[in-house]
């Protein structure tokens, strides 16, 4: 039998799925502690300074004569990181999203050429320890190296982990997986900014944000390796034994389980190769290659429109705790919303992902018609929220559809591709406010401009809903194909299904 039947024995996803795939998706929240930390252990309060007959002080001299007026413990105060060394604050921050962009390029490819199970498990046990380092961070230079290194951890195995979500359990639920994977980060977002407003302490709070990840940790050790990878590596037996022992938790007998053995020497030697050029198979092939190019600018443009219109919702007032908390909880129905869509055979992944961009373009595009600060309910904040809980929809669907168009022995080369250009358009999002120098309007129109054009070119790549997921590059090939039977979808339209039988 194929993979797809061999999880159809063994249970698309039993309860043993079920455990593992929580375990993965509860760590998004430790994960989104960490990328929201230097939100809340970098803020800066109020603070005055003693002038003395109006002769500027040296930065030591500043020490002895700055008075901080704001009820705020953060590294600002810790270490003075005001006037000239403001800077250091914004650097922190800049550069754990440097270690996202290289952790995103280096795990990638690792786990598809050792596994997924050992670079998740040791990049998550190295982000937990450099976690730690961040909290007792003697100075700001080691605070910095630290935020480096844990983004570093973060954004490779943010990947893997999305991945195993993935590939543990059948096709038919790879896109619920992938959409809680997503909503628990936002949940995590909520939580952090909960978690500040009761441990005002930067030190305690960095401390409470990290140990979370020691209990992430000890269950993902018990966790197997991912059977498609071991399947698409050529190691069948390897690939039976973890399908049997996912079986037996389940309750299911699948002691005659047996996989079809499709790694001859010669396609050995050739995934061999395929392990050897990793990412170059990106450029070389050529389905894969009108792929990436496409997927690579809606992950750019998902993120420009999705970080710029946070920091344009980020200018209203109030306690800076209940706004992280809503910059998460904005998010959170456009998940169920693009959980459903997807799974429908009118719109599908493609046309749900270009619809969702498309819209939040257009939302875009109609704050430029509207005046600032009209006090209604139609206003320039609530259609840039509105934008963002779009955009958020696209970016869910963007990391489903991206995994399933990249075969398994390639997967998270694409993803981790992808993700680098996704951090591309994070690092340019703040400096398209600053365009307003040249017109008012000008941000949201690059906003729009992105959104429509990603959309529009999303409609290029091909749909993947009740279609089976190539595990090698050969399975690309337009002379290859299978037959998929239909699944149970989480979602399923019941007319649809009433027709077709």
Same mark, same amino acid.
């Given at each position: ?384 929220? *509105? =934008?963002? &809980? ?7 669907? #963007?990391?489903?559809?991206?995994? @399933? !168009?990249? $075969? +398994? ?47 529009? *070119? =999303?409609? &290029? ?7 089976? #997921?190539?595990?090698?590059?050969? @399975? !690309?090939? $337009? +002379? ?22």
């Amino acid at each position: 039998m194929d993979l797809e039947e061999a999880f159809q024995t063994v249970g698309e996803f039993g309860p043993y799925q079920r455990r593992a795939v929580a375990v993965l998706v509860l760590t998004q929240v430790y994960m989104a502690c960490q990328s929201m930390l230097i939100v809340l252990v970098g803020a800066t309060p109020e603070y005055r300074i003693e002038q003395h007959q109006g002769v500027p002080y040296s930065h030591q001299e500043l020490l002895q004569h700055v008075t901080f007026t704001g009820d705020i413990d953060s590294i600002v105060t810790e270490w003075f990181l005001i006037k000239q060394q403001a800077y250091k604050v914004g650097l922190a921050g800049s550069l754990f999203f440097a270690g996202l962009l290289v952790g995103n390029v280096v795990f990638g490819p690792l786990s598809d050429r050792i596994g997924r199970r050992p670079v998740y498990v040791t990049g998550l046990f190295f982000e937990v320890v450099f976690g730690y380092v961040t909290a007792f961070a003697p100075s700001y230079e080691v605070f910095a190296v630290s935020r480096l290194l844990v983004g570093l951890m973060n954004g490779g195995i943010g990947l893997v982990c999305f991945v195993l979500t993935q590939e543990y359990v059948g096709k038919s639920y790879w896109a619920m997986t992938g959409t809680l994977t997503s909503m628990m980060f936002a949940v995590g977002i909520a939580l952090f900014g909960a978690l500040g407003y009761f441990i005002r302490p930067w030190r305690n709070l960095a401390t409470a944000a990290n140990s979370s990840g020691v209990l992430f940790f000890l269950l993902s050790a018990t966790l197997p390796e991912s059977p498609r990878w071991l399947y698409s590596q050529g190691q069948t037996e390897r690939a039976e034994e973890v399908l049997r022992y996912m079986a037996l938790r389940n309750g299911n007998a699948a002691k005659n389980l047996m996989l079809q053995r499709v790694a001859t020497p010669t396609t050995k030697a050739a995934n061999r190769g395929n392990r050897g050029t990793g990412v170059l198979q990106l450029v070389i092939h050529p389905v894969l290659r009108l792929r990436t190019m496409v997927l690579m600018y809606v992950w750019y443009a998902c993120s420009l429109v999705y970080y710029g219109l946070t920091l344009g919702a980020g200018e209203t007032s109030g306690s800076r705790y209940m706004n992280v908390a809503m910059y998460g909880l904005v998010e959170l129905p456009a998940y169920p919303l693009c959980m459903y869509l997807i799974n429908k055979h009118w719109a599908g992944r493609r046309k749900s992902m270009a619809g969702f961009l498309c819209l939040a373009g257009s939302a875009c595009l109609c704050t430029m018609f509207i005046p600032e600060n009209t006090g209604t309910l139609l206003s320039v904040t609530s259609l840039a929220l *509105l =934008g963002k &809980l779009m955009v958020s929809a696209a970016f869910n669907i #963007a990391y489903v559809y991206t995994a @399933e !168009l990249y $075969p +398994t022995v390639i997967r998270n080369a694409g993803l981790g591709v992808c993700s680098m250009s996704c951090r591309v358009g994070g690092i340019l999002a703040p400096l398209v406010p600053s365009m307003r120098a040249l017109h008012g309007s000008m941000p949201f129109t690059v906003f729009c401009l992105s959104g429509l054009s990603a959309g529009c *070119l =999303g409609l &290029l790549l091909p749909e993947t809903l009740n279609r089976p #997921a190539a595990e090698t590059l050969e @399975e !690309l090939s $337009p +002379t290859h194909s299978r037959v998929l039977e239909s699944k149970a979808l989480l979602y399923e339209d019941e007319k649809w299904k009433l027709n077709n039988k």
